[in-house]
């Protein structure tokens, strides 16, 4: 069992950067693949970046290449999302999910656990 908690979201400029964070506990977090998602209002959660418990594979939708980077801290219990150049249309909830093992994959039904979600609304 893992708990997570989404912190870093808020209101910015096109062109600006956030970070958020997702912070685990309840278990061995290193031994969980996570992945970024985001939902905006009356469409789909998407995914938008995921990296393995072993921190040595990525996954990033088409959407964000280029301008988000993943990144985990292990010792810290921590996954990192970077985003850069913001865009309006980036503008979501924006959720960390966890799975035990497996590679960065960008489907939510392979997720087992969810954190509550963190704004992000991008000002054009």
């Known amino acids: 069992q893992v708990q997570l908690v989404e912190s870093g979201g808020g209101l910015v400029q096109a062109g600006g950067s956030l970070r958020l964070s997702c912070a685990a506990s309840g278990s061995i977090f290193s031994n969980y693949a996570v992945g970024w998602f985001r939902q905006a209002p009356g469409k789909e959660r998407e995914s938008v970046a995921a990296?393995?418990?072993?921190?040595?594979?990525?996954y990033y939708g088409d959407s964000v290449k280029g301008r988000f980077t993943i990144s985990r801290d292990n010792a810290k219990n921590t996954v990192y999302l970077q985003m850069n150049s913001l865009k309006p249309e980036d503008t979501a909830v924006y959720y960390c999910a966890a799975r035990r093992f497996g590679p960065p994959s960008s489907e939510k039904s392979e997720y087992n656990y969810w954190g509550q979600g963190t704004q992000v609304t991008v000002s054009s």
């Open positions: 990296i393995d418990w072993t921190r040595r594979s990525t």
